[in-house]
T-cell receptor
Framework: GDSVTQMEGPVTLSEEAFLTINCTYT??????LFWYVQYPGEGLQLLLK?????DKGSNKGFEATYRKETTSFHLEKGSVQVSDSAVYFC???????????FGKGTKLSVIP | GAVVSQHPSWVICKSGTSVKIECRSL??????MFWYRQFPKQSLMLMAT?????????EQGVEKDKFLINHASLTLSTLTVTSAHPEDSSFYIC????????????FGPGTRLTVL
């Protein structure tokens, strides 16, 4: 079945540091890939997405590129802020389905 | 746009009682809604898929008689935890799919259930 593997957290960075959160997936066909962010005590918000190979999703300074050859969708940000502290979930959705398959989430803490 | 609300945002109840959680799409119609459960420091576990006007589809291992789902309109789905026990304590999150849209899920803010 489909699966998503994220790097284990927690990740602690200083403000303005570079962020990478690794995400790889296993799925048949060509799924759509997503990054969601969950702030403390809240639901999930879509951060960015990519629907086909080599697509780059970007939002709020975050980027991720759909790499089919490595089945990866790593999340990056050049300079993190304290307000980026949250849990980040990588997810995939198979073509023709509404269902999402989530990774376990990576908690990011950014310290001043 | 595409706002999903949940009510209540938190609830504390006694063991053996039933609790109803509402999920509403505020500014769009949703033929499909999902219910997830999230344990502390873990990912979201899909519990069931709720389709307007029909019975919910439950994931393997989820007791349909314990977690009753009703999707009576295009903007409202409810999850009722019947005869709740402490092990049912969790964070419950719903999501809604825009009818006729590309299939993106919009998530509610979640409901924290604590069963004493």
């Amino acid at each position: 079945g489909d699966s998503v593997t994220q790097m284990e957290g927690p990740v602690t960075l200083s403000e303005e540091a570079f962020l990478t959160i690794n995400c790889t997936y296993t799925a048949t066909g060509y799924p759509s890939l997503f990054w969601y962010v969950q702030y403390p005590g809240e639901g999930l918000q879509l951060l960015l997405k990519a629907t086909k190979a080599d697509d780059k999703g970007s939002n709020k300074g975050f980027e991720a590129t759909y790499r089919k050859e490595t089945t990866s969708f790593h999340l990056e940000k050049g300079s993190v802020q304290v307000s980026d502290s949250a849990v980040y979930f990588c997810a995939l959705r198979r073509t023709g389905s509404y269902q999402l398959t989530f990774g376990k989430g990576t908690k990011l803490s950014v310290i001043p | 746009g595409a706002v999903v609300s949940q009510h209540p945002s938190w609830v504390i109840c006694k063991s053996g009682t039933s609790v109803k959680i509402e999920c509403r799409s505020l500014d769009f119609q949703a033929t499909t809604m999902f219910w997830y459960r999230q344990f502390p420091k873990q990912s979201l576990m899909l519990m069931a898929t709720s389709n307007e006007g029909s019975k919910a589809t439950y994931e393997q291992g989820v007791e349909k008689d314990k977690f009753l789902i009703n999707h009576a309109s295009l903007t409202l789905s409810t999850l009722t935890v019947t005869s709740a026990h402490p092990e049912d304590s969790s964070f419950y999150i719903c999501s809604a799919v825009l009818a006729g849209g590309p299939g993106e899920q919009f998530f509610g803010p979640g409901t924290r259930l604590t069963v004493l």
